[in-house]
């Protein structure tokens, strides 16, 4: 398996697999596919990487910038995330996170966030932190890491990307 930055023509697999991914997936608006978009529209898709065996595409990963109290920080958002069903739980999604992370550290960012289940993101290093929160969400299902400085503090917004409808 190589995981390698995406490319102009895994636009279209990326976006059936994102749909694919998420259409029994427990809390989702089935937004996902078109939050990938409206952030490569946006200029916002820091980091986007996909998974692939030979010719095929496995799984995707997006990172994008997200603000703390209405301010850019070089703090990112992990997600959506995305492995076809037939191939979930062999290690995709785990390495795509990792290797997207790894990245993101190298480009010097000071931290990422994520929504999400804390028993599958607690091994990436994630932790909830009551400081630094977003929206309604249950405490202990939005996480941070942190990479490189102090731990902020405030309410978390994502790109405008993931407000569509
Ligand atoms: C979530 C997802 C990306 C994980 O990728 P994956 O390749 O299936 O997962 P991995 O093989 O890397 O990891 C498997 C491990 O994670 C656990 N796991 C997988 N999905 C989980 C979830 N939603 N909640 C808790 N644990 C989960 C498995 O139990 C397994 O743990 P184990 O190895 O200790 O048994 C993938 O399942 C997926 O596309 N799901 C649908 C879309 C989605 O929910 N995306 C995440 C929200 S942004």
């Not at 809390?27 to 596919?33: G, K, R, Y």
């Not at 095929?56 to 990172?63: D, K, R, S, Y």
Request: proline share 7%; glycine share 12%.
């Amino acid at each position: 398996m190589e995981i390698r930055p995406e490319q102009a023509g895994d636009v279209e697999t990326i976006r059936t697999l994102t749909e694919s991914a998420f259409r029994d997936a427990p809390h989702s608006a089935q937004t996902e596919a078109r939050i990938v978009d409206a952030l490569r529209a946006g200029g916002a898709l820091t980091v986007s990487l996909v998974a692939t065996d030979d010719a095929e595409i496995l799984g995707h990963v997006a990172f994008s910038p997200v603000t703390i109290l209405g301010a850019e920080g070089d703090w990112y958002g992990l997600g959506p995330v995305s492995v076809w069903p037939a191939r979930q739980r062999k290690g995709i999604g785990q390495a795509l996170i990792r290797d997207g992370l790894r990245r993101l550290d190298a480009t010097g960012a000071a931290g990422c966030v994520v929504l999400g289940d804390p028993g599958y993101y607690g091994r990436f290093g994630f932790e909830s932190d009551p400081a630094l929160f977003y929206a309604e969400v249950p405490p202990g299902y939005f996480q941070r890491r942190v990479l490189r400085g102090p731990a902020p503090k405030g309410e978390v917004r994502y790109h405008p990307g993931f407000d569509v409808a």
